[in-house]
């Protein structure tokens, strides 16, 4: 079946950077785009990121542009998206998704990102 | 800022029906393609509702979609213990951007 999991989450200072990991499973990686997407604590979900099954293309949420940049290794079956400059408003826990059309039809546990000094 | 709005909250006795509005603030936003997801703490979000009004194979049937205008609504019908969650609605944008509702919760009395 599909599996979604991240991990890279963790406590770190305004500031600092960390690198998030989405291991994929169960359907063929490399034919999706895989998002990023982002809840804060006692906020709603929030889009993040998504990037094109073969890696040519990438959006971003105005509130991460410049900041976050995500990537993929179709060879591993994984996705990432690098977090730098992070800032308290980026604590959230983060979860990588994937649909075959215009919803998500599977999500990662999603990892937790804390930015506190 | 979101463009789709929600309610914060609403609640029901079991058996009870709730709906929750998802109301689009932005003519950029497809409405033809929204979906619902239910969350509950510390799990991973489940679609159960997709394309507006399609449900997903093993989604209860009391758990229903529908538009009108500029608002897409979920409706729970016979309200159980295990509905208590948050529900979000999700639109498709174009390409391949996706925007989200600001989030519900539904509460069980």
């Known amino acids: 079946q599909v599996q979604l999991v991240e991990s890279g989450g963790g406590v770190v200072q305004p500031g600092k950077s960390l690198r998030l990991s989405c291991a994929a499973s169960g359907f063929i990686f490399k034919n999706y785009p895989i998002h990023w997407i982002r809840q804060a604590p006692g906020k709603g979900l929030e889009w993040v990121s998504v990037i094109s099954p073969d890696g040519s293309n990438e959006y971003y949420s105005d509130s991460v542009k410049g900041r976050f940049t995500i990537s993929r290794d179709n060879s591993k079956n994984t996705a990432f998206l690098q977090m730098n400059s992070l800032r308290p408003e980026d604590t959230a826990v983060f979860y990588c998704?994937?649909?075959?059309?215009?919803?998500?039809?599977?999500w990662g546990q999603g990892t937790r990102v804390t930015v506190s000094s | 800022q979101s463009a789709l709005t929600q309610p914060r909250s609403v609640s029901g006795s079991p058996g009870q029906s709730v709906t929750i509005s998802c109301t689009r603030t932005?003519?950029?936003?497809?409405?033809?393609?929204v979906s619902w997801y239910q969350h509950h703490p510390g799990k991973a979000p489940k679609v159960i509702i997709y394309?507006?009004?399609k449900r997903p194979s093993g989604v209860p049937d009391r758990f229903s979609g529908s538009k009108s205008g500029n608002t897409a609504s979920l409706t729970i019908s016979g309200l159980q213990a295990e509905d208590e969650a948050d529900y979000h609605c999700?639109?498709?944008?174009?390409?391949?951007?996706?925007?989200f509702g600001t989030g519900t919760k539904v509460t069980v009395l």
């Open positions: 999700c639109s498709y944008v174009g390409g391949y951007l996706f925007v």
């Open positions: 394309d507006v009004t």
């Open positions: 998704a994937y649909g075959p059309a215009y919803y998500y039809d599977s």
């Open positions: 932005s003519n950029d936003v497809n409405y033809n393609y």
